[in-house]
C-alpha cells in the first residue's frame, strides 16, 4: 500500500495527530513538504461539515474559492484565531456575519509569536470541538435576521504553508521574513515577550495577502493586537476594515481565553482580581477622575488587596500572583500619559501572572498542566471608545 494511500485510510483525529506530531518535530524541508502533500491530498474539503462549510489547507484552494466570491460580489470577513475555540471567538464570529456573507475563519498555532521558552507545545488544540462548535453556531444564525452571514470557509494550513522559506525562529534576532511594528510592539505586552507582536505582525499579514477579506474582526481583550494590526494595516495601505468585538466575559467578569483552561479551580477563583482592579478605575472614571494617579490608584489598591489575603493563606489554600503592568496609556501611541484628554480618550489596560500552585492538592481540579504553568492575564477599559475605534455589533 502506497504511503498516500494509507494515509487516506486513517481517521481524521489521527490525521489531525499526525499533523500536531510534525509540527513539533520540525522535519526537513523535503520531508515537510511530502508530508503536507499526503496530507492535504488525504483530507476531505468538506470533511463531514455539510455542504456549507469548507476547509482548505493550501494558498491555492483557498484563493480559488475566494476568487469566487469576489467574482459573486460576495463580501468576505476573516476571524483570525488558533483554535481551542470559546465564546469569546464565537462572539467575533457572529460580528462578522452581520457584515458579511462569507466569514473565513482560520485555525493556525503561529509559532513565531511564541518565545522560546514559552507554551508552544503544550497550547491547547481542540480540533474536533472547534468543528462542532463552528457547525452549531451556523446552525444558531440560520434564519436570523441579523445575520446577513454564516462560516463558509475554515483556512487550517501547516506551517510549511505559512512559512514556505526558512523554518520559523522564535529567537529575537533570529532569522526570516517578518513585519515588525515598533514602537507600538516594544511597550508593555510587547516589553514582556518580545517577539510576540513580530509574530502576530508577520502571520496577520499573511492572512490578509491569502485571503484579502474585506474585513477583519478581533476582539478588545487583545487591544494592543488591535493597534498593532491596526497601524500595520494603515501603513501597507491594506485595503481591509478592521473592525473590535468588545470583550466576552465569565459570570465574574473575567475575560474569556483559550489560556483559562490553565487555571484549574484555586488559581480561578483568584483570576478576576485583574477584572476588579479595571472595575474600580473605571469607577472612578464614571465620578469624573481623569489624572493618572487618581484613575490607577485604584486598581491598584484592588490587586494589593486581594494579593495580601492571599499570601495570608496556607500554601495549599492559596494562589498566588503578581501584577505585571497597571496602565493608561494614549490610544494611537500607547506613551504613558498623566492625564486623560476626553476628546482623544485613553486605554486603561493591565496584566496579571497567576503563579504556579505552591501546594497543588490531590483532590483538587488544577487545569491544564497540573497547575505549574504560570498564566498570563490581560485585561482593559477604553475611555471614550468609539472616538477611537470602528465597533462590530455583537
Known sequence: MSAGNFIRKLPAKSLTLIRNFCERQAPSEGAAKNLERLLEDSTPQKSGL???????????????KRGSARK??????????????HNGHLALIRAAARHAPEVYVSIYVNPTQFGVNEDLNSYPKTWEQDIIQLRQLNQFMQGKQQFIGKVTTIFNPTTTVMYPGLP???????DGSFVSITPLANVLEGAARPVFFRGVATVVMKLLNIVQPDEVVFGQ???QQVLVIKRMIEDFHIKTKLFISPTEREHDGLAMS??????GERRRRVANVIYKALQASAEAWKKGKRDRRELLGPALG?????????????????AGFEVDYMSLADPVSLEEIQSVDEERGAILSAAVIMQPLEEPNVSENLGLGGGLTPVRLIDNRIFCRHKVFSYAEK
Do not use: F, H
Open 72 to 85: 459573486w460580489q460576495k463580501k468576505v470577513a476573516l476571524v483570525p484565531t488558533m483554535g481551542a475555540l
Open 258 to 263: 483559550s489560556r483559562n483552561v490553565y487555571l
Open 50 to 64: 455539510g455542504p456549507e462549510i469548507d476547509i482548505i489547507r493550501n494558498v491555492c484552494d483557498l484563493r480559488q
Open 302 to 318: 484592588v490587586a494589593q488587596s486581594i494579593q495580601n489575603t492571599q499570601r495570608s493563606l496556607a500554601p495549599s489554600e492559596r
Open 168 to 174: 520559523p525562529t522564535s529567537e529575537i534576532q533570529g
Open 221 to 223: 481583550k487583545d487591544i
